[in-house]
C-alpha cells in the first residue's frame, strides 16, 4: 500500500519552532519530488516549501522565507519541514504531498503532486 505520513505537528505558542516530517510506506520517496502544502481555516493549500528527486534543489515561497527549512535525509528517506519563529498565522494543517509526475518541484499549484498524507496540526497560540 502506498502511503504518506506525516507527524511532528502540534501547539506552540508565538515564536516558537516546530519540525515536521514526511515518509512514505510502499515507495521510496526520493525518487519524486516532494512539497509542503498547509491550509489555514477556510483558506485553500498554498505550497510553502519543496525539495526535488534526488539532489533537487528547495524551494520556499516568499511569504515563509528566512523560518521554514526543508531538507531530506536520503538515507532514512525522509523530508523534514523545520518551522522557526511561528506566527498565530502559520497556524493550519500541514500536508506532504509527492509528485510521481515531475522530478523538480513547484509550489504554485498542488497539480501534478499525486500522492497525500492525511495532514499534520500546526496551531500557533497564546
Known amino acids: 500500500q502506498l502511503q504518506v505520513v506525516e507527524s511532528g505537528g502540534g501547539l506552540v505558542q508565538p515564536g516558537g519552532s516546530l519540525k515536521l516530517s514526511c515518509a512514505a510506506s510502499?515507495?521510496?520517496?526520493?525518487?519524486?519530488?516532494v512539497a509542503w502544502f498547509r491550509q489555514a481555516p477556510g483558506k485553500g493549500r498554498e505550497g510553502v516549501s519543496c525539495?526535488?528527486?534526488?539532489?533537487?534543489?528547495?524551494k520556499t515561497a516568499d511569504s515563509v522565507k528566512g523560518r521554514f527549512i526543508i531538507s531530506k535525509d536520503r538515507a532514512a528517506d525522509t523530508v523534514s519541514l523545520q518551522i522557526n519563529s511561528l506566527k498565530p498565522e502559520d497556524t493550519g494543517v500541514y500536508y506532504c504531498a509527492v509528485s510521481t509526475n515531475f522530478r523538480q518541484c513547484v509550489l504554485d499549484s498542488t497539480r501534478g503532486y499525486d500522492r497525500w498524507g492525511q495532514g499534520t496540526q500546526v496551531t500557533v497560540v497564546t
Open positions: 525539495i526535488g528527486a534526488g539532489r533537487g534543489s528547495p
Open positions: 510502499g515507495f521510496t520517496l526520493d525518487l519524486y519530488a
